[in-house]
């Protein structure tokens, strides 16, 4: 069994940065394919990002590359996101997700396990 908890969301003005971070617990960690996930009131979950095992391969929404970072450290079993030159549209709540496999890393339907979010709100 796996269980997340993110940490990090808070209030920032347009520009600036801010950094999240999944803690995770459970032997099946290191396994599994990890991505974050937003949703804002009103609209539909969006893809953000997703890092595989060794965190040779990363995947990003079109609406955060060239912004966001996505790392992992697997000696603390810890997951984060890197968000630069923040937006007001990127204000949501940001999940952490676990997956098995690296098929399907933007569909959220394929993730097995979630946090249960962070707040990030960016001002104008």
């Known amino acids: 069994q796996v269980a997340l908890v993110e940490s990090g969301g808070g209030l920032v003005q347009a520009g600036g940065s801010l950094r999240l971070s999944c803690a995770a617990s459970g032997r099946s960690f290191n396994s599994r394919l990890m991505g974050w996930f937003r949703q804002a009131p009103g609209k539909e979950r969006e893809f953000v990002t997703a890092i595989s095992l060794t965190s040779r391969s990363t995947w990003y929404g079109d609406s955060v590359k060239g912004r966001f970072t996505a790392s992992r450290d697997n000696a603390t079993n810890t997951v984060f996101l890197q968000m630069n030159g923040l937006k007001p549209e990127d204000t949501a709540v940001y999940y952490c997700?676990?997956?098995?496999?690296?098929?399907?890393?933007?569909?959220?339907?394929?993730?097995?396990?979630w946090g249960q979010g962070t707040q990030v709100t960016v001002s104008s």
């Open positions: 997700a676990g997956k098995s496999t690296s098929f399907s890393y933007s569909y959220s339907s394929r993730y097995e396990y």
